[in-house]
Every structure is written in structure tokens, then in C-alpha cells.
């Protein structure tokens, strides 16, 4: 159970291009998904976190109009990279936790989107 | 603030006991995870502990929480090659939004 999928795994596109990447629980209703960003031998980022049906909440020095996301649904997360970049080049990876009573706020993993901007 | 810490390199031979350490500055933690990300991959849930918890043991994994030193360890017994990896450590926080803060990860390195 608590499975976590990303599409897609791996994306390059040009200078100027947006991209969008999806994040869903395939199993469970997930009530808060997190984005991270991990750049090479390094822990991760947290980016933004977002509740369904509600605005995302962004970390400090993240550019909301760059990086939009989306939770429409309790199974879909969405983050689109606007005008990318070569520095917004890095590993993307989603996580989806289902909150309330009973439930331990453990974050579950997609496996990554790798974003290369040429 | 709040701090994760963790050693960035571990080396075993197979077979041997790995022993993970970490340490965090927040008391207010609630659960304390580790996870595991092999490379290019996404992070594997491994187990996670309560903060009112000891100890925890799940097969080949043994949690051990001292809460007064706010130190957190992960034992895997009879490591295998397979095994090799990055955990991380990360606590949960009462009232910080679910965030977690997360350990920059140790690098295990198995060795036949």
C-alpha cells in the first residue's frame, strides 16, 4: 500500500518551454502532497505544500509564478515549471501524506521526475 | 532552529551491523523516520518511530530513540550489498504544517 507514482521519470526540454510533471497516489486518498527539489548529492528541498482543494503553500525563496502547482484531487498533484531554464535543471520528487486522526502524517515517496533544461 | 544531523559516510563489510546515527535539536518532534533512496531513485520509507517510543524492531532494522539526548540510530543487522544506499533521517514537528525537517543523509557503502 501507500504507493506514490510521478510521470513522467524523466523530461528535456528547451530554454523557454514549461513542463508539467503529475504525482499521484495510487492507493490512498492523499490529503497533502509535498514537492521537493534534490539537487546531486544533496538532501532535499522542500518547495511548497499543498492541501486538495486549496492554494499551495510555497518555502521561502520559491517562486510561486515560476513553479505552479496544482491539487485538484485527493489522487493529483500538479507542478508545472514555467519558462524553464538550464538552472531549474535538477530531481523532482513528490510526496503525498493522508492527515487527520489515525493517520501518522507519513510522507510517501514518488520516484522522481529528472528535469534537464538544455 | 530547527537541525537534523547526520554523518555523511558509513562503510561496512557485508554481513557485519551498520549502525546509523542522527541527531535533531527540536523536542518537539512527534514521529522520527528514515528513509532510504538508492541513486536516481525516490526515497523508500524504511520505518519510522513515535517520539514517546524506545525502540522499534522490523526484521533486519532496529530503531533506538533516547529522547533526552535527542538521538536517533538505525541498526541493520547482517547488511548485504543491496543495502547500499542513502538514509536519511527526518522528524515530524507538532503544529509545523506536517513539514519534516530532514538530515542531509549518510551514504552507506557495503563492501563484499
Known amino acids: 500500500g501507500a504507493v506514490v507514482s510521478q510521470h513522467p521519470s524523466w523530461v528535456i526540454c528547451k530554454s523557454g518551454t514549461s513542463v508539467k510533471i503529475e504525482c499521484r497516489s495510487l492507493?490512498?486518498?492523499?490529503?497533502?502532497m509535498f514537492w521537493y527539489r534534490q539537487f546531486p548529492k544533496q538532501s532535499l528541498m522542500l518547495m511548497a505544500t499543498?492541501?486538495?482543494?486549496?492554494?499551495?503553500?510555497?518555502e521561502q525563496g520559491v517562486e510561486k509564478d515560476k513553479f505552479l502547482i496544482n491539487h485538484a484531487s485527493l489522487t493529483l498533484s500538479t507542478l508545472t515549471v514555467t519558462s524553464a531554464h538550464p538552472e531549474d535543471s535538477s530531481f523532482y520528487i513528490c510526496?503525498?501524506?493522508?492527515?487527520?486522526?489515525?493517520?501518522?502524517?507519513?510522507?510517501?515517496f514518488g520516484p522522481g521526475t529528472r528535469l534537464t533544461v538544455l | 532552529g530547527e537541525d537534523v544531523e547526520q554523518s555523511l559516510f558509513l562503510s561496512v563489510r557485508e554481513g557485519d551491523s551498520s549502525v546509523i546515527n542522527c541527531t535533531y535539536t527540536?523536542?518537539?518532534?512527534?514521529?522520527l523516520y528514515w528513509y532510504k533512496q538508492e541513486p536516481g531513485a525516490g526515497l523508500q520509507l524504511l520505518t519510522y518511530?513515535?517520539?514517546n517510543m524506545d525502540m522499534k524492531q522490523d526484521q533486519r532494522l532496529t530503531v533506538l530513540l533516547n529522547k533526552k539526548d535527542k538521538h536517533l540510530s538505525l541498526r541493520i543487522a547482517d547488511t548485504q550489498t543491496g543495502d547500499s544506499a542513502i538514509y536519511f533521517c527526518?522528524?515530524?514537528?507538532?503544529?509545523?504544517?506536517?513539514?519534516?525537517?530532514w538530515g542531509l543523509g549518510t551514504s552507506l557503502a557495503v563492501n563484499p
Open positions: 527540536d523536542s518537539s518532534s512527534t514521529y
Open positions: 518511530i513515535f517520539s
Open positions: 499543498s492541501n486538495e482543494g486549496s492554494k499551495a503553500t510555497y
Open positions: 527526518a522528524e515530524s514537528i507538532t503544529g509545523n504544517n506536517r513539514k519534516l525537517i
Open positions: 492507493d490512498f486518498q492523499a490529503t497533502t
Open positions: 510526496s503525498a501524506s493522508h492527515t487527520g486522526q489515525g493517520f501518522t502524517d507519513t510522507q510517501y
